[in-house]
């Protein structure tokens, strides 16, 4: 056989490879056309430099003119006031500004030379060569400057007035207001007298105060006790769960009343819980004015 026959092709498929032909050579044209549009559209912009074109490894076009410099002023400004533009001529970056004008919109207000000095991205080198110019208008001062050789009102009910040596309070009957009165006696201690004097039923001792947690000793001279009433307990009737809510009987204390009163029957005194190993003789002592039978 000869080559001939191998490379022979019939009709349909010479029509096939002519049409392949053409539609490549259109598309290196159109690449080729391409390619030189932007080569002459570089050339054509005379702030480029003149580069050898078209040549696979050369640099690319650059500019060649110097970008000018902001020319940085200083004059007196501000800050609460100046607008972008004069803030822009003492050097500060565009997105400085931005946040100026933004943290004024916010509400807020530079009322000393130092609140500039918080601007972010600021940095100290700059805020020094500013720091001379900063003049803060009186406007944005605090208005209690104005009055600030006249003292305000003292609010007496945040404020109460003391109570002088030699002065009590009656613990059993007293609220936080009066309790507040007390040298050394703030809301917080207030609120835990009272708290505390509704756990127990009411306030016996002025000693008691002792049991409330780093409760300043130095008041309890200004506290005594009145007519003490405290709410009593009934052994003989409250279960388990409500004994147990009183601070001087816990758990175990509670059940071994219960317990006793199942098997021996209702309570008479306070004398038939000292059988019980549950009650110390100092515990029975406290919990005496707060019980009945």
């Not at 640099?59 to 110097?66: D, K």
């Not at 050789?149 to 613990?171: C, H, M, S, W, Y």
């Not at 009145?226 to 003989?236: I, Q, R, Y």
Request: with cysteine; aromatic share 10%.
């Amino acid at each position: 056989m000869r080559i001939r026959d191998f490379l022979y092709l019939n009709k349909s498929d010479r029509h096939v490879l002519l049409t392949l032909l053409v539609v490549a050579g259109f598309f290196m044209g159109a690449c080729l056309w391409l390619d030189r549009m932007s080569e002459s559209d570089f050339e054509a912009d005379g702030e480029l430099t003149d580069s050898i074109p078209s040549e696979k490894g050369k640099p690319a076009p650059i500019f060649v003119g110097e970008v000018p410099q902001r020319q940085v002023e200083r004059f007196a400004f501000d800050p609460n006031t100046a607008d972008s533009t004069a803030l822009l001529r003492l050097g500060l970056q565009s997105w400085q500004v931005r946040n100026i004008i933004k943290y004024r919109a916010a509400g807020g207000i530079f009322r000393r030379k130092e609140d500039f000095a918080q601007v972010y991205g600021l940095t100290q080198k700059e805020y020094r060569e500013l720091e001379p110019f900063i003049r803060i208008s009186s406007d944005y001062q605090p208005a209690a400057l104005l009055v600030k050789d006249e003292p305000l009102p003292r609010d007496t009910a945040l404020f109460p007035r003391k109570i002088q040596e030699g002065e009590v309070i009656d613990l059993a009957v007293a609220d936080t207001a009066q309790l507040k009165r007390v040298p050394g006696i703030g809301s917080y201690y207030a609120r835990q007298i009272a708290a505390y004097g509704r756990r127990l039923g009411g306030y016996v001792s002025v000693d008691q105060l002792d049991e409330i947690q780093h409760f300043p000793k130095d008041a309890k001279r200004f506290f005594t006790i009145g007519t003490a009433s405290p709410h009593l307990l009934n052994l003989n009737r409250l279960s388990v769960g409500e004994l147990k809510q009183h601070p001087y009987l816990n758990y175990y204390q509670a059940r071994a009343i219960v317990e006793h009163r199942r098997k021996n029957g209702p309570l008479k005194s306070i004398d038939d819980l000292r059988l019980l190993p549950d009650f110390p003789p100092e515990e029975l002592q406290r919990l005496a004015p707060y019980v009945e039978f």
